[in-house]
Nanobody, 117 residues
Framework: QVQLVESGGGLVQAGGSLRLSCAAS????????MGWYRQAPGKQRDLVAT????????NYADSVKGRFTIARDNAKNTVYLQMANLKPEDTAVYYC??????????WGQGTQVTVSS
């Protein structure tokens, strides 16, 4: 059983900041990558940012480059998403994702981020 516990979502005005956290626990093989995805109402779930835990190589969606920063704490099996200069179009449910070294994928329950204009 793998648990991903997300926190940090909420309501913020445009231009504001939020920090999301996701802690992984349970029985899984070594983590290969951690990341964040988001899903707005009526839309598909899209990648926001990922980080490979061994190399810290990161990947960002073009829409968030320069505004969002992903980081991880390997000792705590935790991934963070620092979001700055938020825009109304960033409003979505944000999901944490973890992939182990065999590429089994696990998802968090999602946390709502709402950006008001």
């Amino acid at each position: 059983q793998v648990q991903l516990v997300e926190s940090g979502g909420g309501l913020v005005q445009a231009g504001g900041s939020l920090r999301l956290s996701c802690a992984a626990s349970g029985n899984f093989f070594s983590i290969y990558a951690m990341g964040w995805y988001r899903q707005a109402p009526g839309k598909q779930r899209d990648l926001v940012a990922t980080i490979i835990t061994s190399s810290s190589t990161t990947n960002y969606a073009d829409s968030v480059k320069g505004r969002f920063t992903i980081a991880r704490d390997n000792a705590k099996n935790t991934v963070y998403l620092q979001m700055a200069n938020l825009k109304p179009e960033d409003t979505a449910v944000y999901y944490c994702n973890v992939r182990d070294i065999y590429h089994a994928s696990y998802w968090g329950q999602g946390t709502q981020v709402t950006v008001s204009s």
